[in-house]
């Protein structure tokens, strides 16, 4: 059982779309990270949300952490093939008292020229 | 970018061989940890360590097993490789545990026949 489920899995775009990724859990999550994978490489991540309702941009992306802290979105507006990547969330729980995160399914976003 | 280095990047093997898959960091950061990828899992917590010769168990251990002697290194093995644990597998490392950013090496492919 996946405890974060993402969707969609999969978004092709034309450059300057706007699309919005979302994040979903059950669990409620002391904060919730988004990363970005390019193929061959590690994920890195973008941003750290803590709050609930808490919402951070990043140039074109925008983060929102729900109000009850069980799920999040990412919003890009005006996609570029720059943002071509995996995205995954990752949200932080506390298993066998340690605190860990728990990574979603991840979304893999294409956005061509 | 952190220094995080994971040895080798690509492996092929058969089922039943043991196999190590070595990280090594030079950021001197308390916790390490293994991860899997497989499409439409994300990434699945293999086991973790919390400094030398502390280590737990993740979500995914089964037929995993690591070793920590030195801070800089985290050695993963595969007792006996099964199919199954064909998979991409990171190293992650981070200053503090629970929520703290997590900087992810390059990855080592594994294809186990």
């Known amino acids: 059982t996946q405890l974060l489920e993402q969707s969609p899995q999969f978004l092709s775009i034309q450059e300057g779309e706007n699309l919005t990724v979302y994040c979903n859990s059950s669990s409620v999550f002391s904060s919730l990270q988004w990363y970005r994978q390019e193929p061959g490489e590690g994920p890195v991540l973008l941003v750290t949300v803590v709050t609930g309702g808490e919402v951070k941009k990043l140039k074109r992306l925008t983060f929102q952490f729900g109000d009850a802290r069980k799920d999040s979105s990412l919003h890009i507006t005006a996609a570029q093939p720059g943002d071509t990547g995996l995205y995954l969330c990752?949200?932080?729980?506390?298993?066998?008292?340690?605190?860990?995160?728990?990574f979603g399914t991840g979304t893999r976003l294409l956005v061509s020229p | 970018d952190a220094g995080i280095t994971q040895s080798p990047r690509h492996k092929v093997t058969e089922t039943g061989t043991p196999v190590t898959l070595r990280c090594h960091q030079t950021e001197n950061h308390r916790y390490m940890y293994w991860y899997r990828q497989d499409p439409g899992h994300g990434l699945r917590l293999i086991h973790y360590?919390?400094?030398?010769?502390?280590?737990d168990k993740g979500e995914v251990s089964d037929g995993y097993s690591v070793s920590r002697s030195k801070t800089e290194d985290f050695l993963l093995t595969l007792e006996s490789a099964t199919s199954s644990q064909t998979s991409v597998y990171f190293c992650a490392i981070s200053a503090q545990g629970g929520g703290e950013t997590q900087y992810f090496g390059p990855g080592t492919r594994l294809l186990v026949l």
């Open positions: 360590s919390y400094g030398v010769k502390d280590t």
């Open positions: 990752a949200g932080c729980l506390t298993y066998t008292g340690f605190q860990k995160l728990v």
